[in-house]
């Protein structure tokens, strides 16, 4: 099943590869404004009706919306990483997306493709010129935060079931200590330079003192880091939630705090809603 389905009739959708859509919205921007454009990188496994919760909330802002789903492989072999990393920034490159402010909105896994996408930017080679300029504003939600034995753990809830999952939390463990010059030092130096070198744009963060898959000392230590590099950050977080689930145990908070933040930023400017 493709995350393209059940759009609403006023977007045209358009499968770029078996990854990533491509989603056109019709509402009409005030003073032909220029329409702004959403990656939307979802967790690894997210079903098409749940991702779709979030798309609707930018449809009614009038944003064009290129979700980006990542592979398990993109992960465990960073290079592979890297390359689809290199392919999407091709594609934001292109002509008929080049000219579009651009909104991030990235969840667990998914935050790894915008470190890698960090990472090819900031060596600034000419295709990379004004990139970070068209980027507005980033969102993240449930970020994987912590150290090679949580990415492990977070490895095995997204590939087994329970019974299954710590056999192969060290299994994964032995996979990155065997090909540790390819995965964790990598992981490493991608995390890092997210971490000390993002977009100098505003941040929202989502996140929960309960995740098991993101260490949450380790994100508020990030925010404070965020914020001492004069990054405007907002954290929403919570005591109990569920990891890539906070809009649907908190949809309210989640929703308000999300078009807050769009409008803060300007990006919530259309003739009419939907």
Excluded at 22 to 38: E, G, I
Excluded at 57 to 75: N, R
Excluded at 94 to 110: M, N, R, T, V, Y
Excluded at 168 to 174: E, M, P, S, V
Aim: hydrophobic share 40%.
């Amino acid at each position: 099943m493709s995350l393209s389905e059940s759009a609403p009739q006023n977007m045209m959708v358009k499968r770029l590869s078996n990854t990533i859509t491509l989603y056109r919205n019709s509402v009409k921007m005030v003073d032909d404004a220029p329409r702004p454009l959403l990656l939307l990188l979802p967790w690894f496994g997210a079903k098409p009706h749940v991702v779709e919760r979030y798309r609707q909330i930018y449809y009614q802002y009038g944003f064009d919306i290129l979700t980006v789903e990542s592979k398990l492989l993109h992960f465990l072999w960073p290079q592979y990483g890297l390359s689809y990393a290199s392919e999407v920034l091709d594609l934001l490159h292109s002509e008929s997306l080049s000219s579009h402010p651009l909104i991030i909105h990235a969840f667990s896994i998914g935050g790894f493709l915008v470190a890698q996408i960090v990472g090819a930017t900031l060596r600034d080679t000419p295709p990379n010129s004004g990139f970070k300029a068209r980027i507005r504003g980033q969102i993240f939600d449930s970020l994987v935060v912590g150290d090679v034995e949580l990415m492990a753990k977070g490895v095995a809830q997204m590939l087994v079931p329970p019974f299954l999952q710590p056999f192969f939390k060290w299994a994964t463990l032995f996979y990155f200590w065997f090909f540790k010059s390819y995965t964790v030092r990598h992981y490493q130096t991608s995390i890092q330079a997210f971490k000390e070198t993002p977009y100098h744009t505003p941040i929202l963060t989502f996140y929960s003192e309960n995740d098991p898959l993101s260490d949450y000392n380790e994100v508020e230590a990030m925010l404070r880091n965020w914020c001492g590099k004069d990054i405007q950050v907002t954290g929403k977080s919570w005591k109990i939630s569920r990891h890539a689930g906070h809009l649907r145990h908190h949809p309210l908070e989640y929703q308000s705090t999300l078009e807050n933040f769009l409008q803060s930023l300007g990006m919530t400017h259309v003739s009419s809603k939907l």
